[in-house]
Structures are given as structure tokens and as C-alpha cells.
Nanobody, 124 residues
């Protein structure tokens, strides 16, 4: 089992930045693909970004390209999401997820473990 705990969310003005962290425990995540998703009330959980086990490959949803950066520190069992140039439409609960295998999946159903989420609110 892998336990994931997100942190770093909060309230920020449009144009600002936040750095989310996802700390894993229970098992090393060095062999897992890690992803970030986000969800707003009444909507499905949307893909944000994913990173390979080594960190050598990343993939982003189109609306995040150039603004968000996913990274990982396997020695610290932690994954990060640096979010710059934030917009009000980025407001959501952000979730960290882990999946076995090597594919940088964009479907939430393909992830095996989830954190509880951290709220990000961007004011205009």
C-alpha cells in the first residue's frame, strides 16, 4: 500500500504561483508513475500532469503546458507540482496519484493510489 498526502495548497491571486507537494509513505514510489489531477464540484477529476518513475518523462494537459511543472525526488519519496501564472479557472482540489507500470496515463481510473487532495483557490 502507498499512502499519499498532498500539501501546499492555498489562496493566491491570479498570476501568482504555488508549489504543491505529495509525500508518499508505506512503500517507495520510485517504481511508480505519479500523476496530478484536479477536480471542481460537480465535475469529473481531470488530468493535470504525470511523470515517469525516473523523472525523465513528463506529460501535461494542454492547458497546463508552459505554466505547470511536475517533478519528483525519489530519495525523499515526494512529488511536486510547480504552478505558475495561475488563473481563476485553476481553482480546484488537486490530487496526487500513483500507478504501477510505465505508461503516463491520463485517465484517473488507471491510477491505483490517491491522496486526499489539497485546495487551490485563485482569486481574480
Amino acid at each position: 500500500q502507498v499512502q499519499l498526502v498532498e500539501s501546499g495548497g492555498g489562496l493566491v491571486q491570479a498570476g501568482g504561483s504555488l508549489r504543491l507537494s505529495c509525500a508518499a509513505s508505506g512503500r517507495t514510489i520510485s517504481s511508480y508513475v505519479m500523476g496530478w489531477f484536479r477536480q471542481t464540484p460537480g465535475k469529473e477529476r481531470d488530468f493535470v500532469a504525470a511523470i515517469s518513475w525516473s523523472g525523465g518523462s513528463t506529460y501535461y494537459a494542454d492547458s497546463m503546458k508552459g505554466r505547470f511543472t511536475i517533478s519528483r525526488d525519489n530519495a525523499k519519496n515526494t512529488v511536486f507540482l510547480q504552478m505558475n501564472s495561475l488563473k481563476p479557472e485553476d481553482t480546484a482540489v488537486y490530487y496526487c496519484a500513483a500507478r504501477r507500470g510505465t505508461v503516463l496515463a491520463v485517465e484517473s481510473r488507471r491510477y491505483d493510489y490517491w491522496g486526499q487532495g489539497t485546495q487551490v483557490t485563485v482569486s481574480s
